[in-house]
């Protein structure tokens, strides 16, 4: 922590900071500049943190020098990446990933169909919600455990393994039997006794970054989850919010290479929440793909114009083995092997 | 809804549209202009909402008409404004609320002091955290239990209500026994499941808007508890996320009339998450009541400098007096009595 | 600057660093932490910044220390608050100026009409656009000159003194015959060629904060100005871009006391544009007063529905002295004289 | 333009709205719903626009339904594309190209050294600056007519036609006198006199996104270059500011397939200044081509930490031949032909 005093604060007031660095057994070590001193703080960041030193007289504000997450920083693999395993398919590294499905689990015979559309297109997991997480009250809220029933039909059918979504803690019991990879939702990205909760539940963790999350809080919150001794969390980036309106969200691409600078854990990206509309979906992906991600997340559905939910994202099924192989041609270019089995 | 079609949409794709709506029952009335056909919907929104017309061959976008909350709306309660009851303290119409304390329980002494404080100066409820939601694992989480304990005793002490966060549903029945209000975080305004319970607890809910939540979002959160039978939210404004690096978050102050406008809720701010600093609280809390808030929701602390938990935002004890006294005074220009018992 | 070395930065590249800086001539100072090393550049600043070290191996990243503007901080005047004298009245420190009129100078009428409302209840200056910038060129682009002889015409019959934008630096002479204030609209606030003619013009600059300027931009903007000789500056608050669609732009009060810490120039709201909806003036104006603006620029019409620009947020002209009277009463609990000659 | 009447508007309120509107020529199209009535106002834009029906007793809001611009929307070519020539070489359609130089015009040595280093490895255009927007007033200029100069002698040696931006209106001639294409920077993207200047002066613009720009507002930009009668106007992406401070901009590549799909213009990409860091530079080029770009505008130094400005973004020219050839590949899936001679 760097402590930048106030131009003209006295020397009183340099000592006085010092001395509290000091009183928590942290070394300070001064850089007295022609018009301002910086205190650098050594030692416990937690414990400089909490000293409270932006109130303190003279001192205009604090920089942190290290990045407050560690077991999900690069440096903690000394630049080595994480490789998951899902059920025999592999995420990360050189591993591209393919999760595909329907937005919402709706019926055995829907979510059936499409299992195999992406199986037989090579596509490597199935995603599909059984509890959806809907701005409105007023809207389908999911099949919960009865979609959970379905998706583990579809399992059996095709060997895809798993990824759904767990929005309350009180949920978890039932979506572990299932799940392969639990995904938890931008909206519930900052939900810390969850994340706990899923630290603990020894399953791979698809973890979607906030409406207006930095790419810091994101790192802070698989922190959670690998603080509890899980060390497989995937981060998904999937638009964020921006003045823009021509377009649901904005699909922050640059945090994939970022992520990967900061990060030795897999990023994929879900074109499809961020675009809200099918004709966006190719581009984006080649894009995802392009810009080094590890995986896509995406929608399709046999019948998007029937779908409850998200229909008009979703990729048509008849399209989707063409649309995954430019993906994976993309993919290659930038250095992946394709994770099929 | 109005479905808005594409520049040289056809006739027959017209057509379908307008056979689509009428599968649902609805009603559709074209209006055709010289480049464009408007086709409004009339009928029920979420029937309309679900029939994803936004992918439909020759529609070009949808513009909702009907705002999606009711029970918040305004005009749901005719433009009469909702006057809640805390305690014996009101809010809400005419009157102003000040609700301060420390941002967390840390010890016996620290909240009672502050609760007297407080109450001194004519405060009118206590808050104060026993579950903190932290963006990092390594920070302190807040006592837990034992610092709903000490509310329950600082309200003893001093009849002060008290305003208290849940994070997780499995810890709303200790934290019923305690507070007065429950305070929803704003990192936890979209969690639905817990939004629903609170609509079913018979509790006043000050609910916080989300760091990047519209206003919409934000009744749209309020619309789940109050779906529950839970007619007592009080929505509070405290900063959303902008690009502006100088402070924490952007308090939006037109958040307040423009509330006042869409619904009958109280309308709060709490000016020190915001700011993060002491110093600019006050032309904040002033400036929230000059805008027509319903009141302020601020911290206070004793002993600033040895807060566990934001002491440099919280106005020193000594000072709060002054402090409380001409926020009052501005917020009796615009319009309002105190809510001093 | 502080150079952030990586963690496992090397000992020679800490030297190469090292190097480098001493080459231009400014001093090195590390501080070697457990797990990273921090270089202090003790220097010129602009000398330091042209060694483009973010890119040099072993560099993490980069941090200012000192603020980039000089002439526009408030330690440049040793925290003295800079009062301007315009035509007789003044604003800044104790004095509040309140700014009206209309938003464009449609007629002869209109003007003279609006000028006598705002002279009689006590406004300080005339506002009114000669030059419009207007999204669509479609759309009006303002009378030019011969707004600009109105707008004389207008001073001679009130003594207001005026205040109008110039777009163009081609325009500045006609504009400099009849401005008491030269304003600079938010979109050419990044304008570097006019800022600086500005500079050397002689007059007054109210200067409007770019849509998505942060606050550092704005100052930096108004040194482009300050370092020409200029000294006469006012800052001007107009709402910036964020997510909310419920209004135009979302005013940002927090810079009020926020510049004002930072800076010695005097800071004004414009509440109109932010809000584009006559109902938020009054709550916003109020609102900035509390915040400890020292002054606003308001619009106001005798006709807003005839009016040919933004009608809907002008005040009623017949409405403009009751609106008046409650700002000054605020901004006097803010600690304001008011400006009346 | 559809009006949006509020809920319990009254039978006057409507019909007062219907007479103003036909008061101008316009139709009106009532629809009445259970709860809500809309009008539509069908007829010219800048009229109805121009009643300031938002303020109207009774009227909740407007939507505009025809877009604003017309000679930049994909109607006006009625689905074709524009492909521009650029002394030999094309940009639009099936043309990629590649625009790449130094981010100033420094010195003779280093522009000419990095226009033979683009032009070998297949670079379409030399980019390089010789006026220089710069946040701060004590910041390197630029070269200014000397820059210019250089430039003219690149040209000559390569052949390389020449991209250089524009600030001033009175600068315009010389800059005339060397560019192929003038680019035109984000902070002057509504710099509206300047535009229409550039849509008279009869040769290509590159006009770069403002920071906060929405997508409709950079298209009426480039309608004020095409209402003059200039119809060659290429849109560049180049960041948007967001909340993330992990990076300068935020890249934008939703916005390359949605300006596609709303206009006829070509589309490019700067990833050098959104990134602010050369590792991401090279994903972040790929991403724009796999997107759908019709180009990029690249920077490239032989000696990046010697350069004057933005060095740390460069791409090195020994690197820049291997960069180029990843782009196209990608370039080439997406369904570009290259724009090689």
């Known amino acids: ?24 057994g942290a070394r300070a070590h001064p850089s007295r500049g022609e018009l301002v001193t910086v205190i650098g703080a050594i030692g416990d960041r937690e414990h400089v943190a909490n000293l409270g030193l932006e109130g303190t007289e003279g001192v205009d504000h604090l920089v942190p ?23 025999g398919r592999r995420i ?16 055995r015979e829907q979510l059936l169909d499409t299992a195999h559309v992406v199986n037989d297109a090579g596509g490597q997991a199935l995603r599909g919600g059984a509890y959806k997480p809907r701005t409105s009250p007023y809207s389908f809220q999911g099949l ?9 039909e579809a399992k059996e059918e095709t060997g895809l393994p798993i990824v759904t979504e767990v929005m309350d803690a009180r949920d ?16 519930n990205m900052q939900n810390y006794t969850l994340l706990t909760e899923l630290g603990r539940a020894g399953r791979p963790v698809l973890l979607k970054r906030g409406l207006s999350a930095t790419l810091e809080e994101l790192l802070m919150a698989a922190e959670y989850i690998l603080k509890e001794g899980n060390e497989a969390v995937i981060l998904c980036e999937r638009g964020i919010r921006t003045f823009e309106t021509a377009y649901r969200f904005t699909l922050d691409l640059m ?65 989707f083995g063409d649309y995954l192989r430019q993906v994976e041609q993309v993919a290659a270019i930038a250095g992946k092997e394709m994770a099929r089995v």
Do not use: N, W
């Open 1 to 24: 922590m760097m402590i930048v005093m106030k131009e003209g604060a006295s020397p009183e007031q340099i000592d006085a900071v010092i001395a509290r660095i000091e009183s928590v």
């Open 65 to 87: 020098i290290l990045k407050p997450y560690k077991l999900a920083s690069s440096q903690f693999k000394k630049g080595e990446r994480t490789v998951l395993d899902v059920d």
């Open 92 to 107: 990360g590294g050189p591993h591209f990933m393919t999760i595909a499905g329907p937005c919402t689990v709706e019926s």
């Open 144 to 152: 919960a455990e009865a979609g959970l029933r379905l998706l583990a």
């Open 172 to 187: 978890l019991d039932p979506v572990l039997e299932v799940a392969d990879v639990i995904q938890l939702g931008a909206r």
């Open 255 to 319: 945090a994939v290479p970022v992520l990967k600078d900061l990060s030795h854990l897999p990023v994929v990206v879900d074109p499809s929440h961020a675009a809200g509309r099918r004709d966006l979906v190719g581009p984006l992906s080649l894009a995802a793909a392009a810009a080094g991600a590890d995986g896509v997340i995406v929608e399709t559905h046999p019948d998007p114009e029937r779908a409850i939910c998200d229909g008009p994202q979703a990729v048509r099924a008849e399209e």
